[in-house]
């Protein structure tokens, strides 16, 4: 009767051992998903801030390009290219 008991016991034990590996398992590919799922929205800010950043470099160069630069002092700041009457040459 002893043994049978053990036996029992043993077999309660290993099934519990059972379940609660199968919920390990479960828990842990859960978790897998959840890792999976936020690696792909971070490569999505990724390929969004690397887009922008190609913009804003393209932006940049555009900006500071020389036809750019006069264009802008003509029409905004008023600014001309000196003429020869407005020229004064200075000697030391």
Known sequence: MNLHRWQSLATVMFYL???????????????????FVELQQLQK?????????SRLVLEQSTQLNQVYVEKHAREVLGMKKPTPETTQVLHE
């Open 45 to 53: 800010d990724r390929d969004q801030l690397s887009a922008t950043w």
């Open 17 to 35: 051992l059972v379940v609660v590996l199968a919920l390990m398992v479960v828990a842990n590919r859960h978790h897998a998903r959840q890792l």
